[in-house]
């Protein structure tokens, strides 16, 4: 059974920092691109960051410059290193791991919560 398990999450203050991680098991075949997401109240989920098995990453425009997401291939591990945190950036943070060949999947984690606020 795959799983998908975030930690890291929780209350900040504005300008401070938050490292979230998220840690995938039971996957048989190589993760392709592992990423984050956010979902704030009202609003749709939408992509923050995103890192390929070589190391490319991706960045939505509002996080570019304050966060940094890197991995690690032999834990199967992401993680979201976020820096000068603004209030805007509270959300459920979701962790993905896809795979783009056969076997395609596509895993999701159930969630963190980010608050920034004084």
């Known amino acids: 059974q795959v799983q998908l398990v975030e930690s890291g999450g929780g209350l900040v203050q504005p300008g401070g920092s938050l490292r979230v991680s998220c840690s995938v098991s039971?996957?048989?075949?190589?993760?392709?691109?592992m990423g984050w997401y956010r979902q704030a109240p009202g609003k749709e989920r939408e992509l923050v960051a995103i890192?390929?098995?070589?190391?490319?990453?991706q960045y939505a425009d509002v996080v570019k410059g304050r966060f940094a997401i890197s991995r690690d291939n032999a834990k199967n591990t992401v993680y979201l290193q976020m820096n000068s945190l603004k209030p805007e950036d509270t959300a459920v943070y979701y962790c993905?791991?896809?795979?783009?060949?056969?076997?395609?999947?596509?895993?999701w984690g159930q969630g963190t919560q980010v608050t920034v606020s004084s």
């Open positions: 890192i390929t098995i070589d190391g490319s990453t």
């Open positions: 039971g996957i048989r075949f190589r993760i392709d691109d």
């Open positions: 993905n791991a896809r795979r783009l060949d056969f076997p395609r999947y596509d895993y």
